[in-house]
């Protein structure tokens, strides 16, 4: 079992930055991608950027040059981090990590980012 702990969420207004993190209590070497996802009300979940553990990062059109994911080996945390935030990007944010093998990914419980004026 792997517990992923986000935070960092809160009430942005336009144009403004949050940073998420996701602490996780299995070293995040052991992953072999690490990424950030997001649900809003009403609408399904969303990829916004993965990392793998090597080669480049993957982002949505959506935040493609607002949004950079980065990682911490020695704190076990995943970042992602959001520069110009819209309202658009009002969301529940979760963190998942998928481990080599067979052995299932693992879902953070979430961080809401709301975006507003």
């Known amino acids: 079992q792997v517990q992923l702990v986000e935070s960092g969420g809160g009430l942005v207004q336009p144009g403004g930055c949050l940073r998420l993190s996701c602490a996780s209590s299995r070293s995040i070497d052991s992953f072999y991608r690490v990424g950030w996802y997001r649900q809003a009300p009403g609408q399904k979940r969303e990829l916004v950027a993965t990392m793998p553990s090597l080669g480049d990062s993957n982002y949505a059109d959506s935040v493609k040059g607002r949004c950079t994911i980065s990682r911490d080996n020695g704190k076990d945390t995943v970042y992602l981090h959001m520069n110009t935030l819209k309202p658009e990007d009002t969301a529940v944010y979760s963190c998942?990590?998928?481990?080599?093998?067979?052995?299932?990914?693992?879902w953070g419980q979430g961080t809401q980012v709301t975006v507003s004026s």
């Open positions: 998942n990590v998928e481990p080599y093998g067979a052995e299932p990914g693992y």
